[in-house]
């Protein structure tokens, strides 16, 4: 197996606070890794070193091959990885299918000729582009695909993840990472969305998933391979028998055995 | 597929809109102009409580071009009954001119977010630019409106760096520094006139003076004819780029900029380059409408270009519902002409304008026209 995403000795300091301390971090095509640590153990801050959004301050990020480390967060989705948000950042008062169609940015013709004087050939990519928004959103739930020029405030959570990961998987990303994706939801509906992402993986050939997650359960039923994190550093890898045997995670999680 | 909206609501909606237009303009006495008002509120709630006003929506939806051809018939009727009254017709021009300024605002703060609080002084850089184009070249000087809104966008690009830099008060900050920097250089600049202003001289076209009533047989109409005729077009213009931008990939990369910048950074949006496009066409527009206004009002002055002219622009987007065009016609409507109508409250218009954006932003914040969702011109695209 080869390995899609490699951070090496990545770290990341904010002023006196090192958020990321020297963490070697790799994802083999087709995995789908757990990332856990508890609150503040820097999983957030991974995700957003690798795709961008803060620069690390040291290390290297690899993404197929090619060195992104430091990129644009644009680029970086330009490359082939998408990303959901720990707090869902949907635009709410836009309908599913523009939410949908943010993340198809790279796919749709920004170009001002053919947005403004092309009407034609403008609403056959429109068409085109609904029917395939309808496929994706079907794979989660039909009921939301009749929904699609609803506006995104009008739903409830459970379906607004269920957006926001069609949303980063239309582009069809070579990577997804979920930032806990079960925030705010029942112990139903989690599991509901879990199911949801394993189908998505059965019918998504080829695409490899970091998922955040606090809850053992679904680390354990979903993930092939976990990764702890512990203020910063990586304290354990492997599976999630070994993971949650591990004494220092025990500990991280539970505290010091009296 | 749900049956096809009947014609009818629509054009009976442009047929009553554009009487009561006509009403209105016509209305001397102060009484008849409240009392008119009064009547349209009523109509309008009435038509909420019977559900009229769905039915008008779906059918103008259905037969949108067939609608917007109506309504520019509608303005032409204006523009023949009206045909002898400079005073109407200068008030009607005024209005369209200030609703494509108030487009180009709707593109910059309604689309993309970015806050412009020196639309006056835009509009004045596209009235300058008609200034000294017709009075240093012997350029054609039809040719002011394009190069007014090209030098409202290069003058604008000034700006775009501190624009692109800071975000939210800040960003409007810089905008009124603008708008305030702006009148002072034309205060203090003697080749612009200085502070008694320019005179623009009128537009000729193939050898027809803009400034020269129109004389049909026994019929004579006002010079300002030529100009509301001219305003009508740049204005279906704007309305018809606006309409599209809103309704294509641009306008949703630019709603989802505003919205939420690191998501939109995180799916490949470019922020700047889709700011500076709001902001630059925004400009372009303000800056064309500028340079038509020019030619219509014949002498120009900083004082047309303060900050509060600018405020009206905002106040204008305000009233009418953030981003939606057609909110812009109805304010600019209601903005430009009813304190001419009312002459009480001329002396008071900033406090009315005031009043009516704070009423607005207390008890309807989305405006009198919220905007819809974005239909991007199909039938919702829901293919049968």
Known sequence: ?258 | MPARAPLLPAIAFAALAILFGILFLAAERERAVAALFVVAAAAIALAARFGAIDRVRASIRAHESLFYAALVLGLLAVVVWFHDEHFVLLMVTTSLLLMVAALGLTVQFGFAGVVNFAGAAFLGIGCYTAAVVTKYTALPSILTLPLGGLMAALIGSILILPVLRTRGHYAALVTIAFAILFKTFLEVNDALGGPQGILVKPITLFGWNFNQPIKLGPIEASFYVNYLVFAIILLVLALVVVRRIDRSWIGLSLDAIRLDEIASASHGLDIARWKILAFTLGNFLAGTAGALYGHVLGFIAPNNFTFGDSLILVSIILLGGIGNPWGVVVAAFIVVILPEKLQIIQEYRFVLYASLVILILLFRPQGLLPRPLRDYGLRAGRSA
């Open chain 1, 1 to 258: 197996m080869s390995a899609l995403l490699a951070c090496r000795d990545l770290t990341c300091r904010f002023g006196g606070l090192v958020a990321l301390d020297h963490v070697d971090f790799t994802v083999n095509d087709g995995e789908i890794v757990g990332l856990i640590g508890p609150n503040g153990s820097g999983k957030t801050t991974l995700f957003n070193v690798v795709t961008g959004i803060y620069p690390p301050s040291d290390g290297r990020v690899t993404f197929a091959g090619s060195d992104v480390t430091g990129a644009r967060p644009q680029t970086v989705y330009w490359s082939g990885i998408a990303r959901t948000f720990q707090r869902s950042r949907l635009c709410l008062p836009l309908s599913v299918f523009d939410n949908i169609m943010v993340g198809n940015h790279k796919r749709l013709n920004h170009g001002l000729v053919f947005n403004l004087l092309r009407r034609r050939a403008f609403a056959a990519e429109v068409r085109r582009n609904w029917d395939e928004a309808v496929e994706f959103i079907g794979i989660f739930n039909p009921a939301l695909a009749a929904r699609l020029d609803e506006p995104v405030a009008g739903f409830p959570m459970i379906d607004r993840r269920r957006i926001e990961i069609c949303r980063a998987l239309i582009s069809r990303p070579r990577l997804l990472l979920l930032d806990e994706p079960s925030a705010g939801m029942t112990h139903e509906e989690t599991r509901e969305l879990m199911d949801d992402i394993l189908l998505v993986r059965e019918r998504v050939a080829g695409l490899t998933i970091v998922v955040i997650e606090h809850e053992m359960g679904i680390i354990e039923r979903i993930t092939d391979r976990c990764v702890v994190l512990n203020y910063g550093r990586k304290i354990c890898e492997g599976s999630y028998e070994q993971v949650a045997r591990d004494p220092q995670v025990q500990e991280a999680y539970l505290g010091v055995a009296a």
